[in-house]
């Protein structure tokens, strides 16, 4: 196993490339999330990749265009088809040996993977905390409304609430106030109805990974348990399986060991 550096042409631009060499036939692309650059928060992407070539298969990260290290404009995840088929390109004739590509992406990658994976040539997909929420013009860290009904019935059912509210800890009417806006009923996004259609027509299996306390993870459970998601949650070759945690990077040691173990479950079956 070795890594080496690299620059990925992507029309006019160059994409900042690091690549994990392996024996195995099947590789892993890893799409970042975000704005992040390739190694992740903290190095956490670096990190995973090691863990898989440690095992045998080639794992290529790299940085979007306008992001880290890549030249270019930076578009956002809805303009990324383009990188994430000459990644994948790349990933093939710097390892010929490799019949398969798996991609892994978290929140909006994840999105953008479904979106645009199958014209990049993906042969299957591991898609964590897809992010689904419409921000017109917001943060993206604006929660949705089932995202903040979720928290606010943890809240509830936490007896230390009841100790809050009596000392005076928790505002009363902020916590009403609260509860009213989460009670709010709320439509699937135009965003959420486009992956669902995107995932129902992916060729390859996709396992989707959730880290269910995670406020972005809370929006697309909502979304897949409402009733517009209905065929796909019969679709065999789309599964689902959540962690207890609120890591929305899967940054604690356990976090970590739950992602990566799911992810060589997935290449070693490929």
């Given at each position: 196993?070795?890594?080496?550096f690299?620059?990925?042409?992507?029309?006019?631009?160059?994409?900042?490339?690091?690549?994990?060499?392996?024996?195995?036939?099947?590789?892993?692309?890893?799409?970042?999330?975000?704005?992040?650059?390739?190694?992740?928060?903290?190095?956490?992407?670096?990190?995973?990749?090691?863990?898989?070539?440690?095992?045998?298969?080639?794992?290529?990260?790299?940085?979007?265009?306008g992001?880290?290290?890549?030249?270019?404009?930076n578009?956002?995840?809805?303009?990324?088809?383009?990188?994430?088929?000459?990644?994948?390109?790349?990933?093939?004739?710097?390892?010929?040996?490799?019949?398969?590509?798996?991609?892994?992406?978290?929140?909006?990658?994840?999105?953008?993977?479904?979106?645009f994976?199958?014209?990049?040539?993906?042969?299957?997909?591991v898609?964590?905390?897809?992010?689904?929420?419409?921000?017109?013009?917001?943060p993206?860290?604006?929660?949705?409304?089932?995202?903040?009904?979720?928290?606010?019935?943890d809240?509830i059912?936490?007896?230390?609430?009841?100790?809050?509210?009596?000392?005076?800890?928790?505002?009363?009417?902020?916590?009403?106030?609260?509860?009213?806006?989460a009670?709010?009923?709320?439509?699937?996004?135009?965003?959420?109805?486009?992956?669902?259609?995107?995932?129902s027509g992916?060729?390859?299996?996709?396992?989707?990974?959730?880290?269910?306390?995670?406020?972005?993870?809370?929006?697309?459970l909502?979304?897949?348990?409402?009733a517009?998601?209905?065929?796909?949650?019969?679709?065999?070759?789309?599964?689902?399986?959540?962690?207890d945690s609120?890591?929305?990077s899967?940054?604690?040691?356990?976090?970590?060991?739950?992602?990566?173990?799911?992810?060589?479950?997935?290449?070693?079956?490929?």
């Amino acid at each position: 196993m070795m890594r080496s550096f690299h620059r990925i042409a992507c029309d006019s631009e160059m994409l900042a490339a690091s690549l994990d060499s392996g024996t195995e036939a099947t590789a892993l692309l890893i799409v970042s999330g975000g704005n992040e650059i390739r190694a992740g928060a903290h190095g956490g992407m670096a990190q995973l990749a090691l863990r898989i070539a440690e095992q045998g298969f080639p794992v290529l990260r790299y940085d979007r265009r306008g992001i880290g290290e890549s030249s270019g404009e930076n578009r956002e995840f809805l303009s990324s088809a383009d990188e994430i088929a000459a990644a994948a390109k790349f990933l093939r004739q710097q390892q010929p040996r490799v019949n398969k590509v798996i991609a892994f992406g978290n929140c909006d990658a994840a999105t953008a993977l479904a979106l645009f994976g199958p014209g990049a040539g993906i042969d299957g997909y591991v898609l964590a905390n897809p992010w689904i929420i419409e921000t017109s013009g917001e943060p993206e860290s604006l929660p949705s409304t089932a995202a903040i009904r979720s928290r606010y019935w943890d809240r509830i059912k936490n007896p230390r609430t009841i100790i809050d509210l009596l000392s005076g800890k928790i505002d009363l009417r902020k916590l009403l106030k609260g509860l009213k806006q989460a009670s709010k009923s709320e439509e699937n996004s135009v965003l959420s109805l486009r992956l669902r259609d995107a995932l129902s027509g992916l060729d390859g299996n996709s396992l989707i990974l959730l880290a269910k306390r995670d406020t972005t993870a809370r929006a697309f459970l909502a979304a897949w348990k409402s009733a517009d998601f209905s065929t796909l949650r019969q679709k065999s070759s789309v599964t689902l399986e959540t962690l207890d945690s609120a890591s929305h990077s899967f940054a604690d040691q356990a976090a970590k060991d739950w992602l990566t173990e799911k992810l060589l479950e997935v290449l070693r079956r490929a």
